[in-house]
Structures are given as structure tokens and as C-alpha cells.
């Protein structure tokens, strides 16, 4: 006879290998925190329907309250012939306290506990994560103020295109991070629902009170449809989808790092603290961090892509297919959240170095946009302009010079539209307060930009605080 809690109708003894196939407490024990809290809210409704009593209560939810504690100090054993975190806590119970222990299951299935548990779990997390990303903004808009006069060269096709603020680039990454954010709290529509009382499917026969349970564990909504409530995952797809998306861009901010870091650009310095050496070249200095942040992105956008296909082609409602949802998610939480955690403090000790930005901006083309744009101040047609700033350009690198090295004669060959305030026009600073549009990288731009950015992250902590 089976020895599981639904062996009843078996006449044999599952498989050694069955169960260590099929059991999830390797993974679900992560699960432990919110299974208990969510079986606290449901043992206590469940005494004021008067399904149980309250002593009965009382003697649930001290035991649940006592395993938690043995979880907490690393005293409790989980079993895999218990499957997973809801029989081993289950099955710990009645042994703690009898048989009353066996009444807590009353009017719930597994199905609709571990949908709560995975609801519990993506509440906290969200939260978290997005108090790490609100950090990680804040890091960045103090970044761009205390290099507020900075240049750079800004790249298109990674050639040199134009000057820009340092600043302007490190708001462009604000931006990013607060639609990062945003969509967390998007999210937490979908989340902030509460699926136990949908019992296996179909709901339960008992007089729950599902209002009670959400109002208990804190929960906005409750899902309208039973079979929906324990068979959407569409809540963890998003996740992984957001996660995914803010991992592409700590990764685009990674990929960015470790060019400004090397040799070949010498734009920053990156703390030691974030580095690592070679075990044979004494002269390295790697960017770890930032190489595996870039690295980690694809095992997320994986678990996106897993879940995706996992629940593809299942009918309603629950599949055993579906216990593949919890190792990408936990896996993806924790990638995230370390990712986050180094990135803030890796980009607040990094050097700055503005000389060898300067000395870039300088000795480039990145100007030539704005000669083009002198020219059709005096009249000629944009197109006719670029043709002639083409040809001087030419000149200048068969010449080994650049725009500003060029006397008004050598302009005058190309048009006699050139007057000497070209040389004003054409340096960098000028060239970049120029763009003083909405969203452009001029001074008075990048002011705008960092306190509208300031009002959106105070108006969104307030949602994750």
C-alpha cells in the first residue's frame, strides 16, 4: 500500500526513481515562508466559518507558527517521499500535534495552495526588486549630476558620432531603469490576486470565505474563475519577461563599462572592489562583474523561454508540467536582485576620466553634423551642405587634421558661405548646448531630464516602500 497522502486507491508504492523524478521539495522549499502564511489565513477563516473550531485553529496555527521556527534555525528535515513543501510542512504538523493537524487541507487542493504560495512569493519580490532598481536610479541621477559638464563622444554603429554630455548618456539609462520600474508596478495587478478557495478546479463544497483569506494575506483581488485560479501562470511570464528586459539593459549598461574601462577607450576606471585579476597576466585588471551581468542575461531570457513553452500547449488546468514554473522564477529573482545590488555601487566608485573624454571629442568628427547645419544657416540646401562638409572632412583626413585645425582659406576651398565664427560653432561645448530641445544633451536639457526623472522615482517609490 502507498504511504502518500493520496495513496488511498494505490496498491503499490511509488518508485524510488518516481520520486526523485517528480518531487519539488528540492526547489520548493524556497516556498516555505508564504505555504505557512498562507495555511495561518486559511486555518483561521476556516474556524470563523465554523468548518473547524477555534481550539482547533489555535492548535493549527501554533504548530505552523513552531515548524516555521524549525525552518528558520535549519532544525527541520525535508523529505522527497513527501514530494514537496506542502505535504513535509503538512505531514510535520500532524505529527506535532495529531490528527487535528489532517483538518487544515479541509477545502483545498495543492493546486490552488501552491498558485498562492507562487502569488506570496512574486508580492514580496516585486517589492524588493523594485527597491533595488529605485536605488539603483537614485545612484545613477546623482552620477549625472556630479558630471553634469562632462563630454564624451556619443556613438552611433560604435563610430563616433556626435558630442554629448556624460550625463545626458547616464540619463538615457534613467530612462530605461524607470520604465523598468513602471512595469513592475504594472505587474502588480496581475500578482496582487488571490487564487486559494479554487480548490483542485472546480472549487470547494464547503462555505469558505475567500474575501476573508485575501483581506488576511493582504491581497487586492481574487481570481473570478476557479479553473483560471489555478492554472494562469501569466503573472510569472510577465515577470520573467520584465526581468528579462531589465536585464537586457544592465547588460547593454555592462557591455558599455567594459569598453569605457579598456585600454582602448580609457573613459573610466572601475573600482578594484568590482574587478579580478589573471592568475598568470599581473597586469589585468577584468571587469567580472559587469562581463557576468552580461552573461546571466541569457540564462533569464532562457527561463522566459522555458515557462513559455512549457505552458504552451497545456489544457486547463493543472498539469504536472507546471511544477516546471518555480526553478526559473526563483532562479530569475535572485539574478536579478544580485544584479541590481552590484551595479549601483559598481557605477558610484567608478573614475571618471574626463581628460581622455575630452581629448576624444576633440580629435574626431563628431562636430561635422553641426557644420552641415552652419551651412544651412547661410542659406544652402541640407543635402548640398552635407555633400560639402563630406568633402571637407576628406580633405581633413588625407590632411591629418580636423575641423578645427582648418584656416578660413581651407574652408573657403569647400564654400565662401564660412566665416570665422565657425571656430566658435564647431567647439564641442558649444556643439552640445546647442541641442538644447526637449530630450537633447544641451546643459539646461539634462537639468530638465534629471528633476522630471526625480518626481517620476519619488512618485514610484511610494508604490514599492
Known sequence: MSKKAWGGRFTKSTNHLVEEYTASIGFDYKLAEEDIQGSIAHATMLATQGIITVEEMDLIIR??????????EGQFEFSIALEDIHMNIEKRLIEKIGPVGGKLHTARSRNDQVALDMHLYLKKWVKQLGIRLAELIEGFIQKAEENIDIILPGYTHLQRAQPILFSHHLMAYVSMFLRDLERLQDSWKRIDLMPLGAGALAGTTFPIDR???????????IYANSMDAVSDR???????SHASLMMMHLSRLSEELILWSSQEFQFVELDDAFCTGSSIMPQKKNPDVAELVRGKTGRVYGHLIS??????????TYNKDMQEDK???FDTVQTLDGALALMKPMVETMKVNQEKMAKSVKEDFSNATDYADYLVTKGIPFRQAHEIVGKTVLYCIEQKKYLLDLTIEEYHAFSDQVEKDIYEKLQPEQVVNARSSYGGTAKESVFVQIEEAKTKLQDLQGFFS
Open 63 to 72: 504548530g505552523l507558527k513552531e515548524i516555521k521556527k524549525e525552518i528558520e
Open 211 to 221: 474575501k476573508q483569506v485575501a483581506d488576511l494575506l493582504g491581497f487586492q483581488g
Open 234 to 240: 501569466d503573472y510569472i511570464v510577465e515577470f520573467l
Open 307 to 316: 515557462l513559455l513553452t512549457t505552458l504552451k500547449g497545456l489544457p486547463l
Open 327 to 329: 526553478e526559473g522564477m
